[in-house]
C-alpha cells in the first residue's frame, strides 16, 4: 500500500470530522438543541407554542452557545416559518415574587434592566429561531423574546416572553474531537503496523501486500471458527431484537429492536462498504440462515437462470424502502420484529430449496446496494498468478474440498476482478491447495472502471439508486407534505371523494417515490446515453451497450447521497441507543444500571453534520467524474469523440448534484422520530 493511501485516509478523516462551516440551512427536527434543565421551557400564546431549546444543554461559558426559540402551530405542529423574532440574553438578577417565565404587551420586564434584542435568523431547522451567543458568565440568565411578526401577522407592541436558564462553566474537550483523536491515532497505528509488514516481507516500493501473510489475520481467517466466531453471536442478537419487536415496549425510541436495527445498523453499514466490501454479508443472521439450511437439505438445485439477475433484489430493495417511508416499520418494534421474522423465514426457504447462498446473491433487499458499493472498497481478494491457477487448479476455491466448502456466491475465485459479489467467507483461501488467493489493497473505486463484467440490472441500479436516496431526502423537507396535497388535486374528484384523504395522499405519495426513483432517473440515464452516443460519431457503440457501460459512474453519486443522508441519522441519532440499552438491561437483566438520561447529546454539532455532508456530496460528484472520464477511455478509445460523448454524462451527474445540494440544504423535518 502507498503512501498515498494513507495520506488520503488522514485527509480525509481531518475534513470530515473537523470542518464546520456556519451555515443557514439544515434538517432535522431539532437537531442538538434541547430543553435548558430546570424552569419552564415550553409557552403557548396566540395559537401558538413557543418552547426555548439550547445547544450545548446546558450552554457554557465561553463556548457558542445557540438560544433558539421554537415556533409550531396548536394543533398540527407545524413549524411557524419566516417570522419576525428578536432575542436577547443577559445575567439575571431574580427577585422574590418571580416565576420561570413571564410574559408582557411591551419590550421589557419591569423586573429587570434593558436588554439587548437583536433579530434571530431561522437557522438551521424549521422553525427555529435562533441567536448564537458566546457567554462570559455562569449561573442564571434570562432569554427575553420578543414576537414582532408570525404568519404575516404584527404584533405592535411586540408580545415578550422571558425565560430563566443556567449557564455552565466552561467544559473540556468534547465527545466529537476524543472520537476525532482517536480515529487519527488508529489510522497512525495501522500505518506503523502496514510499515512494518512490508518491512517484514521486504516488499518493494509500490507491491500490494498480501494481507493473508499477517500471521495472526492469517491463522483466523483459515481457522474453523472464523465463520461461527461472526455469525452465532449476531444471529443470537438479531433473534433478541426480533423478541424485544414482539414482547417490550412498543416505543420506537425506547425499544432496542427499532434503535439499533434503524439507528445503528441501517445508517452504519453504508460507511462499511467502502472500507471492507461485502464483509457483512458473511456474518448477517438472513445469510447465516441461508446457509445453514442450504447444508442442511444438500440441495443441488440451481436458482431459475432467468432469475439470476438483481431484478427480484432491486424491486425488494423499494419494496422496504417504500415501507420505511410509508408504512412507518422504523418507528414501530412489532413491524420491524415481523420484517426481521419475514426476511429469515424466506432466506431458510430459499435455502432449502437452492443451493450455495442463493438468497444473498439474488434475492436480498440490500445485496445489490452493498455489491455496487463494494466496488469502491481499498481491498480485493484475487489470484496471486491466474497462470499457477490454470496450470495446476481443479477449481476447488469453487467447488470446495476437505478444507473449505468453496464459494456460497457462485463466483470463481481464480477469475475473480470485482469486489461485487465476494462476501470475504474465505473459503476460497481455505480450499486452494497452492495458496494462491491474496488479500491486498488497491485504488479506491479501482473495480469500477477496471472490471470488464458489466450488466443492465447493476447500471439500472446504480441510476436508481441516486433516485431513491434524492426521493428518501426530499421527503424530509417540511415543504414535502404541501407539495403532496397540491399533487392530489390533480386526481380526479370521484377518486378523492370516495376514499379517505390519507388514503389518497398516500397513493400520491407511493407514485412520486416509484415513478422518480425508478422512472425518472434510470429514464435520464438511458437518454443521457442516446445522446453520448449520438455524439461519439465513428466510435458508436448503441444506446443499450452505452447505458450499460457508462451507468457506473453514477454509482459514487447515490453512495455519497446514501452516506451524506445517513450520517446525520448515526450521529445525531446514534448516542440514543445508550440509554435504550441501559432501559432494556434495567428491565429484563437482574442489576440495575441506575435511571436512562434520555437528553443524551449528539456527537457533533449540527452544522459539523452539515459540513459533513457537503463534503460528501460534492467528494462523490468529483468521483464520479474521474469514474466516468476512466470509463469513457475504456469504452471509447479516448479521443476527441470519446470526449464529446462524456460531456451529456458530466452535465446529468452536475444536475443529481446540484438536486441533492439544494435538498440538504432545506428546512427538514425529522425522519425516524427517535
Known sequence: MSKG?????????????????????????????????????????????????????????????????????????????DGKVLIGVAPARFSSNQSSHTVHS????????????????????????????????SGPHVVRVALVELDGKKYDPPAVFEFFLNVAPGSGPSLGFISLLLLVSAVGVVAIYWAAARARFSLEQGAPVNVLDLPWLGRWVRSKWFLPGLQVPVLALTIALAILGFVDVQDGGQNLATKVTWIIWWPGIIFTFIVVGRLWCVMCPFGTLNDWAAKLSRTQRMFPRVLRNLWLATLFFVLLTWADEMLGVIRSPLMTAWLILLLGSLAVLTGLLYQRRSFCRYLCPITGLQGLYSMVSPFELRARDRSTCLRDCHQDCYRGNERGSGCPMFEFPMTLERNTYCNLCFECVKSCPPQ??????????????????RSLDESYLALALVGITTVVTAQM???????????????????????????????????????????????????????????????????RRTFVALGYMFIPLGLSM???????????????????????????????????????APLVSADVIHG???????????FSLIVGYRLGE?????????????????????????????LLNQPMGMRHGM
Open 106 to 137: 411591551a419590550g421589557m420586564s419591569k423586573s429587570e434592566a434593558p436588554i439587548a434584542l437583536a433579530r434571530a435568523k431561522e437557522l438551521v431547522w424549521a422553525g427555529n429561531y435562533t441567536s448564537t451567543r458566546d457567554l462570559e458568565r
Open 562 to 600: 446514501h452516506l451524506a443522508h445517513n450520517v446525520s441519522h448515526l450521529l445525531s441519532e446514534g448516542p440514543g441507543v445508550v440509554p435504550a440499552v441501559q432501559r432494556t438491561l434495567n428491565r429484563y437483566l437482574p442489576f440495575d444500571l441506575g435511571e436512562p438520561g434520555w437528553d443524551i
Open 5 to 81: 493511501f494513507f495520506v488520503s485516509v488522514i485527509v480525509w478523516l481531518i475534513v470530515t470530522f473537523v470542518f464546520n462551516v456556519k451555515l443557514v440551512f439544515g434538517h432535522g427536527d431539532h437537531g442538538n438543541a434541547a430543553p435548558p434543565v430546570g424552569g419552564i421551557s415550553l409557552v403557548s400564546f396566540d395559537g401558538y407554542q413557543l418552547e426555548l431549546l439550547t445547544a450545548p444543554r446546558p450552554p457554557r461559558v465561553a463556548e457558542e452557545n445557540q438560544i433558539v426559540i421554537k415556533i409550531l402551530r396548536d394543533g398540527s405542529l407545524e413549524p411557524a416559518r
Open 612 to 622: 459533513l455532508q457537503m463534503v460528501l456530496v460534492i467528494g462523490g460528484f468529483l
Open 436 to 453: 494462491n488467493l491474496v488479500l491486498r489493497a488497491h485504488a479506491f473505486g479501482k473495480d469500477l472502471w477496471a472490471s470488464a463484467r
Open 634 to 662: 475504456v469504452f471509447f478509445g479516448g479521443g476527441k469523440f470519446g470526449a464529446r460523448a462524456l460531456a451529456p454524462l458530466i452535465a446529468l451527474s452536475l444536475v443529481f448534484t446540484l438536486i441533492n445540494l439544494v
Open 477 to 543: 423537507l417540511t415543504a414535502w407534505s404541501g407539495w403532496i396535497s397540491w399533487l392530489a388535486r390533480f386526481l380526479p374528484l370521484t377518486v378523492r371523494t370516495s376514499i379517505k384523504p390519507v388514503t389518497y395522499l398516500t397513493l400520491t405519495e407511493s407514485a412520486v417515490f416509484i415513478v422518480g426513483s425508478l422512472v425518472l432517473y434510470p429514464l435520464s440515464g438511458y437518454v443521457v446515453s442516446w445522446l453520448a452516443d449520438r455524439r461519439a460519431g465513428e466510435k458508436r457503440k448503441g444506446i
